[in-house]
């Protein structure tokens, strides 16, 4: 069911605690992490806490957590120190996205290329 989590889902694990991770921020309905392999100074994935297999997905179900996905990357690059950063959600196997558990990438602490590859 939408929302429920996921036996098979890596950031479900990384939710409940049985994966560990590098969380830099934390709300009743968000974590936010840093990517294991970063391809910025600064990259954080910030999740919802319930399993949504993307991004759409998420913001047609909840509405309201996906806004707290979005307010959440920008206090991320705040407490990072970035002014210029760039929130990615990769959607599909074709555009990179590998963990089909929704999330922002933030990226920034450099020279940010458009457009992106
Ligand atoms: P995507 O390719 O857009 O689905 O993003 C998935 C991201 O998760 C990649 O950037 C990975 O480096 C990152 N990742 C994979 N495993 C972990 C982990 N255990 N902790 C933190 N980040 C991870
Ligand atoms: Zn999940």
């Not at 910030?46 to 309201?64: F, M, N, Q, R």
Request: net charge negative; aromatic share 6%; glycine share 8%.
């Amino acid at each position: 069911m939408a929302g429920e989590p996921q036996a098979d889902c890596l950031f479900c694990k990384i939710v409940a605690g049985d994966v560990p991770a590098t969380v830099v921020r934390e709300t009743e309905t968000t974590l936010a992490f840093r990517d294991i392999n970063p391809q910025a100074p600064t990259h954080v994935l910030v999740i919802p806490k319930a399993h949504h297999p993307d991004a759409a997905s998420l913001a047609a179900a909840e509405p309201k957590i996906a806004a707290d996905v979005l307010r959440e990357a920008g206090e991320v690059a705040a407490e990072e120190k970035s002014e210029s950063y760039r929130i990615v959600f990769n959607t599909g196997a074709g555009a990179g996205q590998t963990v089909f558990h929704a999330h922002a990438h933030v990226l920034g602490g450099r020279g940010l290329q458009w457009p992106p590859g």
